[in-house]
């Protein structure tokens, strides 16, 4: 099963529309999100009528284009804003479930490993300064995790080899 979640736009925070991604499991939805070794991909989670979301968003989006800036190749960021019009709760709750958050506005931070999606970094609120810290020690371990892949690759192709 292929999960295409659809990117709304390029702009840095990259908004991707929540609705592609509510029947899937969280493992199905964090392979498709995090595809790639060596970057470090940070996402917030966000939600309509959150007053702390809004005063966020500015914030992190200057966050998102300054960290770009610094290291284009090393990490993505990602937005994914839930829709609560009329009191129809069942996309944060979708993505309660599958993200595992508890309050808006999560961030999250994740790099891959051979064993799939892991989670390095998870706050609700936090000040972006705290976040910019985190995101700058996840370099190390996405670098780390891509040099084992690359390894344990070299080793595959040398017994195929011998």
Not at 63 to 69: G, P, R, S
Not at 88 to 101: C, L, P, T, V, Y
Not at 133 to 149: M, R
Request: glycine fraction near 4%; proline fraction near 4%.
């Amino acid at each position: 099963m292929t999960l295409s979640a659809e990117v709304v736009s390029k702009e840095v925070p990259e908004v991707v529309e929540f609705t592609q991604l509510k029947s899937r499991t969280t493992a199905e939805a964090l392979k498709e999100l995090v595809k790639d070794y060596g970057i470090v991909y940070v996402t917030a989670l966000t939600r309509q009528g959150c007053s702390g979301c809004e005063t966020q968003k500015p914030l992190f989006k200057t966050l998102a284009e300054k960290m770009n800036q610094e290291n284009p190749a090393k990490v993505r960021f990602r937005s994914f804003h839930m829709n609560y019009e009329s009191g129809d709760k069942e996309e944060s709750w979708n993505s309660k479930r599958i993200f595992g958050h508890a309050a808006y506005p999560t961030y999250t931070i994740h790099v891959k490993s051979h064993v799939g999606p892991l989670e390095i970094y998870r706050s609700v609120y936090p000040p972006m300064e705290e976040l910019e810290k985190q995101i700058k020690e996840s370099f190390e371990l996405a670098e780390f995790y891509e040099t084992e892949a690359q390894n344990a690759s070299r080793l595959e192709s040398d017994k195929l080899l011998s």
